[in-house]
């Protein structure tokens, strides 16, 4: 009794307390003539310093505008169940607590504009699983992370315009179309409203699909202001999105091996997908039905190239289906897609059967069925083979039936007589096989390839024939091939050029060292030798033009060099012919004896040049000596 009249005092109390109102705030009731109605709250005194706490819970939208509150404590509305609208604009809040909006399941539009928050705790956002509408702008965020990106997927009004942001996420545009892979629709109730002017964003390959937006005519994300413009770098400052040019940003493409593979199974299949784009994409493999992948290694042998292989190791049927390789970078994504079809079925080598030995309950019959066995066969088909093999199940006799038993005993002694008779047959086919195939030969030799043929006799068409071969005293890297008897020749591929090989052709039941052999060798590479043709032509060209200069360098060094021998002996001549030799002459003395005609005699010449050296000045050079005994007079 005393619980009920406390539950009752409590719900008094709340009923008087529901259309209460803060003090500083104003309530205003919604009502319709059918009784029901909302309740929004507005709260606009500049004196308020913290947010209201008694708020009433019928609140569906409530504004806080104008105050003085810094800070937005954890669960400061987690008694407000039905609130739809909270707007908390032209504030002074500094900071967002993670658990601020803490059970607000039906919010449905949150305001935070024009405040000075620099981090907003987006993983809140979560809480809020209603939330359409984010006003973020006028604010002081700059940067968000990678991590806001999956509490933005469902919000489809986000203003973040007025900030300090200089670039976003690359991925951020891929929860949208056209990246998102989804198709373009025109219904209006699937537009995106971004709000991303008056930042200073640096434009660079990071945000080239938000650029890419800017200029695309009909897109699902409808940007406030088209006019867009770059702040940095340098070269881009002041360009608008429409008209820019990024330079290193290129979106990536993809190419694989092949679209479609067919293997056998239980072998080994390689997947290879190469992707160019800068910057360098990175590769990742995924299954159409998602389920792991695994084996895989990727290099990037220089910037702007990667490739990626995966390995499929004894493949199984559930491996089959579609891979995808996809190629990603900041400038976009791109996928390609491998189909792997897996053929055939294990296949299970049945020993031969020995002659007197009996078979057990549980034996495989060759030959003769019994009535009394049920056969659980299935066929087996493994690339390039094919082999039906058939077992069979023994049913447990039932006592009652006695004839049943004697039949099962007449079935064991006519498979005995059948063994004995088969092993007989498999003696006599080992004597034959070993004549049965001649004239083996190697013909179309090739650098990589050759086609060796041989003659059957005594064999069926579909005898099964293996063709081993490998390079000559190489056991250990033999390599086979399945034929058949008929088809008398097979193509041997994968050879290296300029090799000796040993090729053997094995028939079953031959006795070992008694197959045929042939050894035969490979033609050298045609390429190589083709490129050893041109380096002889070219070296040849180059000796010729380079020959002719070599001599003439020679022979100028010889003419320069007998040139100057030819000086040193021809110096007399020289000598004669660029000098004047200078003579003096003087009077004979005169005597009773003397010719009246010879007045004149020449003195030695090398007391001329003397004489000359020697000479005193110009104007006695010049004098004529009357006198007897020296007359003598200069000239030149």
């Known amino acids: 009794m005393r619980r009920l009249l406390c539950l009752h005092a409590f719900l008094c109390c709340l009923t008087m307390a529901h259309p209460f109102c803060p003090s500083q705030c104003t309530c205003v009731f919604h009502g319709r003539t059918d009784g029901t109605g909302t309740r929004s709250v507005l709260c ?31 669960e400061a509305f987690y008694y407000l169940v039905d609130l739809r609208y909270l707007w908390i604009t032209y504030n002074s809040i500094t900071s967002v607590d993670t658990g601020s909006f803490y059970n607000l399941k039906v919010l449905h539009e949150l305001r935070l504009d024009g405040n000075m928050i620099s981090v907003f705790p987006w993983e809140s956002l979560k809480e809020m699983p209603m939330l359409k509408t984010l006003d973020l702008h006028n604010n002081r965020i700059n940067n968000v992370p990678t991590e806001a990106i999956p509490y933005l997927r469902n919000i489809t009004y986000l203003d973040l315009s007025s900030n300090k942001l200089t670039t976003l996420p690359s991925e951020l545009m891929d929860i949208w179309p056209p990246f998102n892979g989804l198709p373009v629709s025109s219904n209006a109730s699937q537009k995106v409203v971004l709000g991303l002017q008056d930042n200073p964003w640096f434009c660079d390959c990071k945000i080239s699909k938000m650029i890419e937006i800017s200029k695309m005519a009909e897109t699902p994300v409808i940007l406030m202001d088209l006019f867009l413009t770059c702040a940095g770098p340098e070269n881009l400052s002041g360009v608008l999105f429409q008209h820019a ?3 290193n940003c290129v979106k990536p493409s993809v190419m694989t091996s092949a679209t479609k593979i067919t293997s056998p199974l239980g072998s080994n299949v390689l997947l290879r997908c190469d992707a160019s784009g800068f910057p360098t994409p990175t590769l990742y493999w ?13 290099e990037s042998p220089g910037d702007g190239i990667r490739w990626s292989i995966m390995s499929l190791h004894g493949i199984l049927y559930k491996d089959a289906g579609n891979y995808n390789c996809k190629a990603k970078n900041v400038a976009g994504s791109v996928e390609a897609t ?45 690339l390039p083979r094919a ?10 006799p039932t006592p009652s039936n006695g004839l ?29 096989t070993s004549k049965s195939i001649r004239d083996l030969k190697i013909v179309e030799e090739t650098a990589d390839s050759a086609v060796l043929l041989w003659t059957a006799d005594g064999l069926p068409n579909d005898a099964p024939l293996t063709v081993v071969y490998s390079p000559y005293g190489e056991d250990d890297t033999k390599r086979t091939v399945e034929t058949n008897a008929g088809s008398g020749k097979v193509l041997l591929d994968g050879l290296s050029s300029g090799m000796r090989y040993s090729v053997c052709l094995v028939a079953k039941g031959t006795a070992a060292g008694k197959d045929p052999c042939i050894d035969f060798y490979t033609l050298d590479n045609v390429e190589d030798g083709g490129q050893n043709q041109l380096l002889i032509i070219i070296s040849g060209i180059a000796c010729a033009l380079v020959l002719p200069l070599i001599i003439l360098l020679l022979y100028k060094i010889l003419a320069l060099y007998c040139k100057g021998r030819n000086t040193g002996l021809n110096e007399e001549d020289l000598e004669k012919e660029s000098y004047v030799k200078f003579e003096t002459i003087s009077m004979k003395q005169r005597n009773l004896n003397s010719h009246p005609t010879e007045l004149w005699a020449r003195r030695p010449t090398n007391e001329s040049e003397r004489m000359l050296l020697c000479s005193r000045s110009s104007i006695d050079s010049q004098m004529t000596y009357k006198s007897d005994s020296s007359r003598s007079e200069y000239l030149c």
């Open 404 to 432: 049943q038993k004697s039949k099962v005993k007449q079935a064991k002694n006519e498979q005995g007589s059948n063994v004995t008779k088969l092993a007989a047959d498999e003696k006599s086919k080992k004597s034959d």
């Open 245 to 247: 040019e990024l330079e």
């Open 44 to 74: 606009n005194d500049p004196d308020m310093s913290d947010i209201p706490v008694n708020v009433p819970v019928d609140t569906v939208k409530l504004r806080i505008e104008k105050t003085a509150v810094r800070r937005v404590p954890t």
């Open 286 to 298: 995924a299954k159409s039905d998602g389920s792991p992948v695994s084996n895989t290694v990727q």
């Open 338 to 382: 491998i189909s792997l079809t897996v053929a055939g079925t294990i296949g299970t080598t049945v020993p031969p059967l020995r002659p007197g030995v009996g078979t057990g309950p549980s034996s495989v019959a060759t030959t003769i069925i019994p009535p009394t066995f049920i056969p659980d066969s299935f066929t087996s088909t493994v």
């Open 387 to 396: 082999s039906t093999i058939a077992f069979y199940r023994k049913l447990k």
